[in-house]
């Protein structure tokens, strides 16, 4: 499985960005996005699942983000609304191949995507 990440950039306090992970090969895994801050660890931003159901948020995105799947074009998206200049990171998308309902962990991921830069300015 290969995921490409794309659709970040720099964008002021308040807008909105949409990122999309295009994987290729077998794909049908329980997808997710993290993403790591400058000095910062990688941290867990949502998931879905297989089907598309049962989205999970972070707590710092809950009610602005958006996770969600075209599986017909093997696509997972994110939409980020009321941007924060605390979310400026580079955002990753990943692949579990193990389980149906997305988890949380990292480590259960097995194919990570190359990430995509977002910056929000304030």
């Known amino acids: 499985v290969q995921l490409q990440a794309s659709g970040g950039g720099l964008v002021q306090a308040g807008g909105s960005l949409r990122l999309s992970c295009a994987a290729s090969g077998r794909t049908m895994y329980v997808m997710g996005w993290f993403r790591q801050a400058p000095g910062k660890e990688r941290e867990f931003v949502a998931t879905?699942?297989?089907?598309?159901?049962?989205?999970v948020y972070a707590d710092s995105v809950k009610g602005r983000f958006t996770i969600s799947r075209d599986n017909a074009k093997n696509t997972v998206y994110l939409q980020m609304n009321s941007l924060k200049p605390e979310d400026t990171a580079v955002y990753y998308c990943a692949a579990d191949p193990n389980s149906y309902l997305g988890g949380t962990d990292q480590r259960q991921y097995d194919y990570w995507g190359q990430g995509t830069l977002v910056t929000v300015s304030s």
């Open positions: 879905i699942s297989r089907v598309g159901s049962v989205p």
